[in-house]
């Protein structure tokens, strides 16, 4: 075998973040290559480095026992490299021909028109080549998301690509695209193509690589052959299990019920089950962990309890009432504080300054509004508190929020919500991004917040935060709370074993009974038999 | 197949926006023939004969070219995703141009042997395509808001044109240049009765005639056109396959330029005159190319059809003037474009905007 890609101590850094350090990458020709990781872990970056979008600070790229520079995708492209986004590169109301000769255009008539005919039958010899179905003459609007992929492919071999890159291929596929596309996976890389893909999900990974390699926090933790390795063992790598900064923790007071779901059952965006009938109390003076690996449900679980995602079935009780169908602004109102996992998306106005983002949820209240009017002092005071009190950089109630770094922006969105004085602090991922000094602040704080009697309801892809701060921990797998456990007592190992779907007491045999039971026949760990393919669309 | 299965199948059929259109336009020509041929003296008499008539078709066709030019501007505009509401200026200011040019020159004279009159008219469109560069650069390079942009454009025009005639004429109305556009007339088939009007014309409704299909040829059957329909839609795409998204823009809302400029040339140098007062001579004919190239959803074709039913319609309005007894306001007359296409798009279907348009594009990858 030889060497297809060789990313050789690749180190990516932005201003304020090393988004990659120290990478070695190695993939045989001929091979799937799964590049697995959490969100933010380096992959994107990682892949964008070796597509030509980035350059490295640091590092060689190999291609082919080559060393290359690239300065733009088409330089990569021009050495055999095509990467396919997760964004869909498409024109929508043209033609699956038209698309994928776009910019390449055949010519005919002395170069005046495009040769269509002919562009249509290399498209069309391309895509029996490798068994795609597609029809060329086909509208992109009119064909699936599965099959659109599949002209993303056919562009990038279109142009000649031997290494093909492709950025969570299936976050966009419903259970059966996910198959026919591991399918196509297994035709390319018999005719001598190279897979790499970037994918979250470990089930993913082991079923349709043949090796794997680990980014945690910008770094290679491991790289391993799928074979000879476990679901266990990559979510250990994924999530790591570094010391924790042991939090001073005072033993846990919980009081009355402030929030609880019963049978709580949501969709993903794409009309998937995501959450399936999960049941469970907060009580005053507790924090309620989840731990998982990301994409298990989590934060659909989190959208239908903080009033973003209408949930299918099932109710959500607040302070004694059902809020189940309530609209956003009354939870807010009703005291529920929420650190959303996205902070661009949800957690502020990019364009607003720190003033104005400081009083988002509150804006209509006192003590920042009286009859319609803002009070621009209160709220620039209360902005200065929160800047002082959660150590925000630059300490400039007037800067607007996207010329922040994304740590800062946390501290801010964190300070924001804790200072609501809420009753329910509902806090996904609260210390994404944010450096070691301000995580053990925010923790403290969160755990102030709870000896004060608040209810704290925390997820976290890492598993030292919501095991440190947990006082009972769920641990969530495929839109399930597999277990609700006693952080002090469990070990990693068990954990791990729980996120990747098993129950640690009867690991081996039952689990592969219960995959049976639901249905999903995914089998014990490591086991790649054909049959055993993860429908990891309700993973998510 | 009975009449009767054909009349219902066909009314039953799931009729297409393009069908529809026609059909609606060949519907009520063939009311008014009916009408006109069973009620003779009546309204509907005098219509069939104003329409039928060759004189009324010649200048339906004079009439469209601005437009016509002006709507195939404006879809190369708006394609690649610039959305040039400006056309109604660029209009206005080679008109002007290409009168200025040949009046200072001389207008019977020749410069480099070719006679003035045609060197105002390559002037009136180079007019066109540097304020159209100009309006290029603000929006692409600058990223300026495309509509202020395409407004200002209008004004700048629409201030500019009457303000130089003064200082050079006097007066907002240039001077006639006492020659204008010649007819060619092809022999025979001009001889044809009605349609012979199609072959007994100026040089520039021979140009629209071969500019609707090129544009058309343009921007589905070439390289260039997947590039521009591309920008429109999703100039990212384009940016990844090695497309310069912005050379594509600059190149289309050029060549807008250049095709709105055959048309305001084209209809300064048919009257041999600019005249400034008010809203121009131009009057509204830019913002009837945008109703029309809308109405024709960005098909070169439809722009062009949607484009000879407006100048059509007041070819016959300001025919209908001279027929005692009916004296419809024209201002009433110059309404019906836009009340078409409102009730147009709002009872049969919905054009497709590109959905880029209006957008700014960066290349962002470091």
Redesign the interface.
Known sequence: MTTAVHLDEITKRFPGVVANDDVDLTVERGTVHALLGENGAGKTTLMNVLYGLYRPTEGRVVIEGEERQFSSPRDAIDAGVGMIHQHFMLVDPMTVTENIVLGNEPRKWFGLAVDREGARRDVRELSDRYGFDVDPEATIEDVSVGVQQRVEILKALYRGADILILDEPTAVLTPQEVDDLFRVFEELTDQGKTIIFITHKLGEALHAADDVTVLRDGKNVGSVTTADTSREELAELMVGREVFLQTEKAPSDPGDVVLSTDGLTAEDNRGIEAVSNVSFDVREGEVFGIAGVDGNGQAELIEAITGLRKPTTGTVTYLGEDITDAPRADRIDAGMAYVPEDRHERGLVMEFDLVQNGILGSQHRAPFAERGNIDWNTARNHAEDIIREYDVRPPNADADAVSLSGGNQQKFIVGREFERNPDLVVATHPTRGVDIGSTEFIHDRLLELRDEGKAVLLVSSKLDEVQGLSDRLAVMHDGEFMDVVDPQDVTEEEIGLLMAGEHPDDAASAAEADAIADGRGEGTSGSRAASDVPSDGGER | MSTQNTLTGLLERDWSYRETLVGGAVGIFVTIAVLGLLLPESLWADLFGIITERSTLSSALRLSVPIVFAALGGIFAEKVGVINIGLEGLLIVSAFVAILVPAILGPTETTLFIPNLWVGFAAGILASVLFSGLFAVVCIRYKADQIIAGLAVWLIALGLAPFAATVYYGGVNTENLGTSLPTWTIPVLSEIPLFGAFFSATPAVYAMLLAVPASW?VLN???FG??V??SG??P???D????NVSRVRYASVLLSGFLTGIGGAALSLGLGQFIGNNQTMVNGKGFIAIVAYLFGNYNPIGAFGASFLFAGLEAVQIRLQQVPGYAIPDSLIQTIPYVTVIVVLALVGRT?IP?AAGEHYESG??
């Open positions: 040829f059957r070439t390289s997947n590039h329909r591309a839609e999703n990212r795409a384009l990844t396959v090695g497309v497709r959905e990858d470091d």
